[in-house]
Every structure is written in structure tokens, then in C-alpha cells.
């Protein structure tokens, strides 16, 4: 059976700046991304990240993930979305995916912690694989 594959694509969580976000910091972002990544592989999704930098070689980056293999769906994270210091970087990553992805949804998050909700919104969970039950084995 297929795996969906996910890209989270996301800035770098030691290269933003906090100071106007005072309940968030970049550990506090990278443990969040770790879980959101391990919560959708639980789910049996083929999820990883692509964290870039703030522009230098991001698109570069981002293409070079979108090209290892197909993507069903790709989150552009709120660091890159919500600021506008990174709007013209939201802008190119969107014509990256556009172009690398073009059959992959796209979906975006709100804050580090609601990845699954918004990768949900546009795909079902694989369905879970069997495994034998241990019930009544003597074993």
C-alpha cells in the first residue's frame, strides 16, 4: 500500500527572531515540530521536515526535497506565512511547491502545535497496517 508522503516546510528555528512572539523560542518550536513530524508518522504518513534558512537558499532547498520524491501534501508553516518580513519568501516557496509539487495540497498551519490538524484537513490518515492479534496465544 502507498505511503502519503507529507513535506512541512518550515524556517529554521534558531533563525527567527522571537521577539515579538515572547511565549515561543526556538526550542520551545524545534520540540514542537519533532512531535507534529512523530504524531504524523504514527498515523503511518511518510512526514518530514524541510527547514531552510530566510532566503538564501531556501528555494533551493525546498526544491531539492520536492524532488526526491512526490509529494501528496505540502504545509508551508506559519514562521514563513504569518510574518511579514518573510512574505516575499512565502511568495517564492509557493511558486517552488507550484512548480515542484503541482499535484500536491497544500495546507498551512497556524502555530507549531496544529501541523496534524492542518495536514488533516486535506488528507485521511493511511489506513493503519494489520497486526495480528495476541489475544488467546499461548505463546
Same mark, same amino acid.
Not at 507529507?6 to 533563525?15: A, M, N, R, S, V
Not at 512523530?38 to 530566510?54: K, N, P, S, T, V
Not at 500536491?104 to 484537513?121: M, Q, S
Given at each position: ?18 521577539? *515579538? ?5 526556538a +526550542?520551545?518550536?524545534?520540540? *514542537?515540530l ?11 504518513f511518510? +512526514? +518530514?521536515?524541510?527547514l ?17 520524491k ?16 518573510? &512574505? *516575499?519568501?512565502?511568495?517564492?516557496l509557493?511558486n ?9 495540497k497544500?495546507? &498551512? ?8 490538524e ?14 495480528p492479534?495476541?489475544?488467546? *496465544?499461548?505463546?
Amino acid at each position: 500500500m502507498p505511503v502519503n508522503r507529507i513535506l512541512l516546510i518550515g524556517i529554521e528555528p534558531t533563525l527567527v527572531d522571537f521577539s *515579538s512572539m515572547p511565549d515561543l523560542d526556538a +526550542a520551545k518550536v524545534a520540540h *514542537s515540530l519533532r512531535a507534529q513530524e512523530q504524531r504524523l508518522r504514527e498515523l503511518g504518513f511518510d +512526514a +518530514a521536515w524541510c527547514l531552510i534558512d530566510l532566503g538564501a537558499t531556501a528555494e533551493a532547498v525546498v526544491g531539492a526535497a520536492l524532488a526526491e520524491k512526490p509529494c501528496d501534501v505540502v504545509l508551508i508553516g506559519a514562521g514563513i506565512r504569518v510574518l511579514p518580513a518573510h &512574505f *516575499s519568501l512565502f511568495e517564492r516557496l509557493i511558486n517552488v511547491v507550484h512548480d515542484g509539487a503541482p499535484g500536491a495540497k497544500i495546507c &498551512f498551519n497556524t502555530r507549531p502545535d496544529d501541523t496534524l490538524e492542518a495536514v488533516l484537513r486535506w488528507i485521511a490518515p493511511p489506513a493503519a497496517p494489520h497486526r495480528p492479534s495476541t489475544r488467546g *496465544s499461548t505463546t
